[in-house]
């Protein structure tokens, strides 16, 4: 497996100058990742209620001793710190198989790949590698990011409010998080909040343990299973080793944490509609109405088709984000535009695809009503359409592109 490691590039094969196609060690990659998928994941899902949101360890373990057989833990962590280290790329082509599972949008492949702890942990200092980081990649457990707040997370750098005031060895932080996945189930996590005045330079990041005094979480119920938290500090003390980085400079942080996992967030998206594509052409054909087959049915073709051409077309904007991101440019831009196309696009196939199976679809007899639900909620995680939208007109009007 050590073509999927971080740094793979596409070598000259003797193709057409200009010509791109999916380098032969990402494909080997997709497709062990698709057989592991569906043959051994699936199979144990299958044991689990409709809306389980994770695997019961005795179920778990065996999938993820395959994984990392497979060379395949912990896919987006470098390989010096014990994981499989996947360029952006890798963990576009990676995604888009892994989440193919009912609770994949949240959990791609039930946890079978471990949970890589967010990305700028290994920025961090010696010490804190070592306390937080790499016992993350061995156990493969939980830790959340804490950026969104009551007053907005798309523009962190203005909207942070929670107030970290250093006293003596200690930073003293009051206030509140809001929207925080996977708060409940993590040992740690990175915190940002203001150290300084207002603006992208007074943001500064935390390493916070989860059984910190002071701190509290309260579940938000929202139409997904797999709930977020509030988090409340009250006078939560933090030893000043726990600064991660320098004071007021949590925002770079904060950034390459948003935008490098906008690759994969939007290729798993692209990869439960396909999932459900792939369900509803093999109902098409087989389910008769009237006489001849749904798949005789030009309205039926014409959203099939659509949805074929669509989620092609975000694909490759997922890609050309990822190539982009790889080849050591800014893909800021293009990560917005990925994200808004690919999740926008995902929630249309989903719905296609819910219409074409009628009351099947909605059923729970299916994955696709929970991906359904869930892809809503995907064009307002990781920033809302909207502000990417205005991301993406500030850049064309100021004539970067």
């Known amino acids: 497996m050590d073509s999927f490691v971080e740094g793979s590039g596409v070598e000259d094969t003797g193709r057409a100058f200009g010509a791109w196609q999916m380098p032969d060690e990402y494909r080997e990659l997709q497709a062990t990742v698709r057989r592991f998928v569906q043959n051994d994941v699936k199979a144990v899902e299958d044991t689990l209620e409709h809306d389980a949101t994770f695997c019961p360890p005795d179920k778990l373990k065996p999938l993820q001793d395959k994984a990392k ?25 990676w995604a888009e198989e892994a989440k193919q599972v009912r609770m994949g949008l949240y959990n791609a492949a039930c946890g079978a790949f471990g949970a890589d702890p967010p990305n700028v942990i290994w920025e961090g200092n010696r010490q804190q590698v070592e306390k937080y980081g790499l016992p993350g990649v061995e156990k493969g457990s939980k830790c959340f990011v804490a ?10 750098g203005r909207a942070i409010q929670l107030k970290a005031e ?18 409940a189930k993590a040992d740690w996590g ?15 990041s935390f390493i916070v343990d989860r059984d910190t005094p002071g701190l509290t979480m309260k579940e938000i119920p929202v139409i997904r299973a797999y709930s977020p938290f509030e988090l409340h500090f009250d006078s939560v003390e933090i030893p000043a080793e726990n600064l991660l980085g320098e004071e007021g400079g949590g925002f770079r942080l904060a950034e390459k944490w ?15 509609a396909q999932a459900a594509l792939d369900i509803a052409v093999k109902w098409a054909k087989e389910r008769e109405t009237f006489g001849s087959a749904l798949a005789d049915k030009q309205a039926i073709q014409w959203m099939l088709a659509d949805s074929e051409m669509e989620l092609r077309a975000a694909r490759l904007i997922v890609y050309d984000a990822a190539w982009r991101g790889d080849l050591g440019q800014d893909f800021k831009l293009e990560a917005s535009i990925a994200k808004v196309t690919a999740t926008e696009t995902a929630g249309r196939v989903v719905d296609r695809c819910m219409q074409i199976l009628g009351g099947l679809g909605v059923s729970k007899e299916l994955p696709l009503e929970r991906w359904y639900r869930e892809l809503r909620i995907h064009r307002i995680g990781e920033g809302p359409s909207e502000v990417h939208r205005m991301v993406v007109a500030r850049n064309l009007l100021n004539g970067r592109r």
């Open 258 to 272: 948003l935008v490098d996992n906008r690759i994969q967030y939007s290729a798993g998206t692209i990869g439960v």
């Open 147 to 156: 950026i969104s707040e009551s007053s907005g997370g798309a523009d962190p």
């Open 69 to 93: 057989s497979l060379g395949l833990w912990c896919v987006r962590t470098p390989v010096d710190y014990g994981g499989a280290g996947l360029n952006l790329l890798g963990q576009a082509v």
């Open 190 to 204: 990175i915190v940002y909040a203001r150290t300084g005045g207002r603006g992208r330079s007074g943001i500064s």
């Open 166 to 183: 250093k006293v003596g060895g200690k930073y003293i932080l009051n206030g509140s998080k809001m929207w925080i996945t996977g708060a």
